[in-house]
């Protein structure tokens, strides 16, 4: 946690509005007078205490059902209380009646906000914009910590590559790069650039591999070779441990027949020895006590041991460490140095975050910083980045002046909890505004709501109310999707079609003749490929949270530009899972042969085609990763390498002309991918290596240098060392991960 250090002592306060002015409190001196600081308590803790601090409980309910454990320091960290009254008195209890004084580590899942909700994780990753999506955790730090939540179980950092888990609603989707790139943006934004009370010590998790579930089923075992987790699923926990994140939660789920809360290999040589990693390892709720499930521990006590062996230093619910680790150290079991390295990494968050000066929250200020103006200003901007325009044949943006009659229906439309979506423990549905409310505000007078159907399941033979209001409207905006409860942890679907009668209700809307604009909300990227010819646009929204509403009636009426794209591939239909744009190439690549359709009755096996396809689905996704459309056009030209021939210390340099053809102001996400076209392993046929987010005035163009350092393209190879390999590679700049032409370059 050295970055930490170097972090919260050195940076200057992030310029967010409504952080401005926060003093900064660290206090905490040097590297050597933090440990020396530890040294001291160590000193004086007793065995019992040491093992409190290593214990995280679910609190609830009244807090002197808890004052006796906290007198005797048996607990170090609650999680679940953000009553700041509370929360101050779990602190005084603490602080003032227990032995040494050491304050709680207060945590809670603030996972895309606190109050002021942001779009669901995957939905700020479409905006591909680092930057906003740090202000967004900023906001939930200053939001959060006001009410004394100094801990967030954020980011999640799992690849997910399956959207049939429930979970892939909570990361950034299917790619590396983007994910490394929003994991840093969530660790500086909730930690702060400076050390203050607003920082909140951030949780990298699930560590590791957990989004890669057989099967998609949430809590479900995984089989990725140490390869895959170092090229593929790792680069985000590192990029956030350099970042500087404080903590990190181990996972739920076996890799390859090992509980990631025993895993001593990812977490003491990986985690602690190759990233010098040396903040707190605390688990999953309950996750050393499910080793015994796995049958991978005999009892509590047997867990505990090889959790703590493993380097895990803090237990959150199973109640392993505080019932046995004293037992165990007295059986000689285990060591008491292995317990005072795990309470050594604890203390350090403790005082680097300066609970100790200041353990307590201003209750009567706390209120005012909920919703601020400016924090729901940021949330409604991420939305009106990250919603991503799919389909468009010139309806949109709509024309308000000659509208009499808008028809808002759908199931979503007006569903304030639903559209905050998984994870959003403390958005209310008061605060919350929905397309209905912000589009009637808007146009007075002029908005009929005829639901259709009032719940995504709901199963209805007629739309005979909605088809009769859809003929007397000028437009209809059908607001579909999926409720919040059918993502998130341990809701996995096997069918991502929209449920119930909800692509009957949009048929049946296409059949009046009208208008039909469909925004999705949804958790995952559903599989909406029959719904798309019954609408004449479709902007996916994801779950937008609180500032939903009129962020997208500023998208669908032309006051902002789409401009998300899409963090995940979006698939034809679930059986063609996995399907992500950065696979590595067969010896068969697809050769444009024959789809069921065209075989004749009469086929014999060799006629079908020899390559890896489908034969009814074909090799596509319905849009690729980076995928998203505009109110305007962009054009690239010109694009060109600085070199053809690279050192491996060499940075390149790209350049490219990016004009707005179109007739509106409108931002486009750049990308560059990169192919290795040949390497001691088959490479990915295309890598996400750079993006960034460029705004053009219509008719305006821009010549783009964009640089790539050379040890980018690095990569753990045959003999399981990370370096560049010599050779061609294939470079594109373009829109999506699908489009552009390659320029080829060589690396000596
Ligand atoms: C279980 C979830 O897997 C994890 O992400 C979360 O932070 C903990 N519960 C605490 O609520």
Redesign the pocket.
């Known amino acids: 946690m050295k970055a930490v250090r170097t972090l919260i002592l050195a940076f200057v306060l992030v310029a967010l509005p409504g952080c401005q002015g926060q003093k900064a409190a660290s206090t905490v001196g040097t590297d050597a007078a933090v440990e020396a600081r530890i040294d001291k308590f160590l000193s004086q803790m007793t065995l019992s205490e040491k093992i409190g601090q290593m214990n995280q409980v679910s609190v609830g309910g009244d807090v002197s059902n808890y004052a006796d454990a906290l007198r005797k320091g048996q607990i170090g960290s609650i999680?679940n209380e953000v009553d700041p009254v509370k929360v101050n008195e779990f602190q005084r209890i603490s602080v003032e009646e227990s032995r040494l004084g050491i304050p709680l580590l207060v945590g809670r899942?603030v996972i895309h906000g606190f109050h002021t909700v942001f779009p669901i994780p995957l939905g700020l990753a479409a905006t591909f914009d680092p930057a906003l999506v740090e202000q967004g955790a900023r906001v939930a730090a200053l939001e959060a910590t006001a009410q004394g939540v100094r801990w967030t179980?954020s980011p999640?950092l799992d690849i997910a590559r399956d959207p049939r888990w429930g979970r892939i609603a909570e990361g950034s989707g299917e790619d590396t790069y983007l994910d490394a790139r929003m994991a840093e943006a969530m660790v500086y934004g909730y930690q702060g650039r400076a050390a203050d009370t607003t920082s909140m010590a951030a949780c990298i998790?699930?560590f590791v591999g957990y989004g890669a579930a057989e099967g998609g089923r949430d809590y479900n075992s995984t089989f990725l070779t140490e390869r895959q987790l170092r090229n593929v699923y790792l680069p985000p926990f590192e990029a956030a441990v350099k970042a500087g994140a404080m903590t990190l939660?181990t996972s739920?789920n076996d890799n390859d027949g090992v509980p990631s809360t025993a895993n001593t290999f990812m977490v003491k040589d990986v985690l602690r020895g190759e990233w010098g990693f040396d903040g707190l390892v605390v688990t999953?709720?309950n996750s050393m006590g499910e080793m015994i499930a796995h049958g991978y521990g005999t009892d509590r006590k047997d867990v505990a041991k090889k959790a703590l062996d493993a380097g895990v230093d803090m237990d959150?619910m199973t109640y392993g460490y505080v019932s046995h680790l004293e037992e165990l150290v007295h059986s000689g079991a285990v060591k008491e140095a292995a317990i005072d390295q795990a309470v050594r990494n604890i203390l350090r968050v403790k005082i680097l975050l300066g609970l100790f000066e200041h353990p307590y929250v201003d209750v009567d200020a706390s209120a005012a910083v909920q919703y601020a103006p400016e924090h729901l200003a940021a949330a409604q901007r991420s939305v009106e980045e990250s919603a991503i325009l799919l389909k468009n044949n010139g309806v949109l943006p709509l024309e308000a002046a000659p509208l009499r009659n808008i028809l808002v229906t759908g199931p979503l439309a007006d569903a304030p909890h639903d559209q905050l979506g998984t994870w959003a423990f403390d958005g209310e549905k008061e605060h919350t505004v929905t397309p209905l409310k912000a589009l009637k505000e808007r146009f007075p007078g002029k908005v009929s709501y005829v639901p259709g159907l009032t719940y995504s399941r709901e199963n209805r033979a007629r739309f005979d109310d909605v088809v009769a209001a859809a003929r007397r409207a000028d437009v209809v905006l059908v607001f579909v999707g999926e409720e919040a409860i059918l993502s998130g942890?341990a809701h996995s679907l096997a069918d991502l079609n929209l449920k119930g009668s909800q692509s009957e209700l949009l048929a049946a809307l296409k059949a009046t003749g009208k208008p039909v604009v469909a925004t999705v909300m949804a958790g995952r990227p559903l599989t909406i490929e029959r719904d798309l010819p019954n609408c004449d646009a479709l902007l996916y929204a994801f779950h937008p949270g609180t500032m939903g509403g009129p962020a997208l009636a500023n998208l669908l009426f032309g006051d902002v530009t789409p401009s998300g794209k899409t963090p995940v591939t979006f698939l034809r239909t679930v059986g063609q899972v996995p399907l992500y744009y950065n696979h590595t190439m067969t010896g068969r690549p697809y050769n444009g042969e024959t789809l069921l359709d065209d075989i004749p009755q009469e086929a014999g096996q060799t006629s079908l085609g020899n390559t890896s396809y489908y034969l009814d689905y074909g090799p596509y996704p319905l849009f690729p990763f980076g995928f998203g459309l505009s109110y305007t056009t962009f054009s690239y030209s010109d694009a060109s390498l600085d070199r053809d021939v690279y050192g491996k210390d060499d940075t390149i340099t790209i350049s490219c002309t990016l004009a707005n053809t179109g007739g509106r102001n409108g931002t486009e996400v750049v990308q560059v991918y990169v192919r290795d076209l040949m390497g001691s392993l088959t490479r990915p046929v295309k890598e996400l290596k750079h993006f960034e987010r460029v705004h053009l005035q219509a008719g305006e163009s821009r010549t783009l240098q964009m640089q790539i350092p050379v040890s980018e393209l690095a990569f753990y190879g045959q003999d399981g060392m990370k370096k560049v390999e010599p050779g061609d590679f294939q470079l594109w700049v373009a829109g999506d991960s699908d489009s552009g032409e390659p320029m080829n370059f060589c690396v000596k």
Request: glycine share 0%; charged share 35%.
């Open positions: 999680l899942d179980f999640m998790k699930h939660m739920f999953d709720w959150m942890e």
